[in-house]
């Protein structure tokens, strides 16, 4: 009777144990799950800096040759790779794997677990690790209408210019070679003209 309560303790004890080792895995699992796996190449590359720069020709955190990051369009985010956010080093490297797969990173990719699939391959990736893109709201320009760069009109009354903004009979004078200066701009147009130092824009004056 003894021995066999002793019994039943010892194998709740066991089966205790056993359930927290359990509890243990079942927390644990999820938590490695989710951890990036570009994180983990990252830290076999580089120690998990982004921003690395030893001068061994290679960069940032997946160590991208200038080449291997500019060939898969690096050079739109930076002039190498530790000069990017970590997320356009992750979008290149995406696209990297889908043009050359794991051995891209021959050892790091197999202490990582890197594939194709988890590291999500992508020709087109981008930073935002959207491809396809999401709508997005797009600016739009503001297109000025052209307008004539006519400025001089000849008639009857001899030729003629309109006024435009920021004018003066000085300047209109100078732009015209008017003979006389402004002064003899405003002989020609004492008709239109009561003041000299104000015309409208718009108005019609003789320059000939």
Do not use: H
């Not at 990017?84 to 979008?91: D, G, L, N, S």
């Not at 999500?120 to 396809?132: E, H, V």
């Not at 320009?141 to 400025?151: D, L, P, W």
């Amino acid at each position: 009777m003894a021995r066999s309560k002793i019994t039943q303790r010892m194998v709740g004890v066991v089966a205790a144990a056993a359930l927290s080792v359990g509890v243990g895995a079942a927390t644990a699992a999820p938590a490695e799950a989710a951890s990036n796996v570009w994180d983990r190449v990252a830290k076999c590359e580089s120690g998990g800096n982004w921003k690395i720069s030893t001068g061994n020709g290679y960069y940032g955190g997946l160590q991208f040759s200038k080449s291997t990051w500019r060939g898969y369009g690096g050079g739109k985010y930076a002039s190498t790779a530790n000069r990017a956010t970590k997320a356009e080093q992750i979008a290149i490297a995406r696209r990297t794997l889908a043009g050359q797969g794991p051995g891209a990173w021959p050892v790091c990719s197999r202490k990582a677990g890197l594939t194709r699939s988890n590291g999500k391959a992508s020709k087109t990736a981008t930073p935002s690790g959207n491809p396809s893109g999401s709508k997005s709201v797009v600016k739009k320009r503001v297109v000025k209408k052209a307008t004539s760069t006519k400025s001089t009109y000849t008639s009857s009354a001899g030729k003629t210019i309109k006024v435009r903004s920021g004018d003066t009979l000085a300047k209109i004078a100078n732009r015209n070679d008017v003979q006389g200066g402004w002064r003899g701009l405003w002989r020609l147009n004492k008709s239109r003209l009561d003041n000299p130092n104000f015309i409208r824009v718009g108005q019609v004056l003789r320059i000939k």
